[in-house]
């Protein structure tokens, strides 16, 4: 599917695995040889985010700046010539809301991080952001694995791209590919004429 979507970015969110054990087949794609990958400090097989790339960025950062955010892996930053593009797999709440207070301090100082950025140049974040926005109807990007979600197209919306309001302008599509297999969250895509 990569292959075939032929991205020049493509963000990857719940990885899971620092650089040292992503697969052969994502590190051997040769139209996307820039690679960079966040994980945990101290939890192996939890949370992490990589970005892949077709050119390489002017700069790339890890985390947001917060030490009581960064340990977990859950951003990379890449800084292109018109545009940062943020891979962000943003902390769950939990099973009944146990992280709730550190999930609303999470989301505080993310947006102050992304605020900081965009005063420089667009964004584009690409992400796992764990909140369903609004009600979207049969617009799902995550089934669980249980009693048939995904035949029932019975999910919710976790995955988002969102960009600064000065970048509509270049906005030409985005997608949910609700078709492509092989995660219990599909992805989505975005293209922008830059």
């Known amino acids: 599917w990569v292959q075939e979507e032929a991205p020049d970015v493509l963000c990857l ?21 820039h690679q960079y990958w966040a994980s945990p400090e101290d939890k192996p097989g939890y949370s992490g985010v990589g970005l892949l790339a077709r050119h ?7 985390g947001i700046g917060e ?19 943020v891979a ?26 992304l605020t900081r950025l965009d005063a420089h140049k667009p964004i584009a974040l690409c992400g796992d952001l764990n909140v369903a926005y609004q009600d979207m109807p049969h617009a799902y990007t995550f089934w669980t694995y249980l ?8 999910g919710w919306r976790l995955d988002y791209l969102v960009i600064s309001k000065r970048l ?6 985005s997608k949910i590919r609700s078709q492509v297999m092989g995660s219990d969250h599909c992805p989505i895509t975005l293209l922008l004429a830059l």
């Open 13 to 33: 969110q719940e990885t899971k695995c620092g650089a040292q054990a992503v697969p052969q087949e994502l590190r051997d794609l040769p139209e996307l040889p």
């Open 56 to 62: 390489k960025p002017l700069n790339v950062t890890y």
């Open 67 to 85: 030490e009581e955010h960064d340990r977990e892996g859950r951003v990379v930053t890449a800084e292109f010539p018109s545009l940062y593009v």
């Open 88 to 113: 962000a797999y943003v902390p769950n709440a939990g099973r009944r809301l146990v992280r709730l207070a550190y999930r609303q301090r999470w989301d505080q100082a993310f947006r102050s991080y």
């Open 147 to 154: 009693g048939g979600a995904r035949e029932r197209n019975v």
């Open 168 to 173: 509509e302008g270049a906005l030409c599509d």
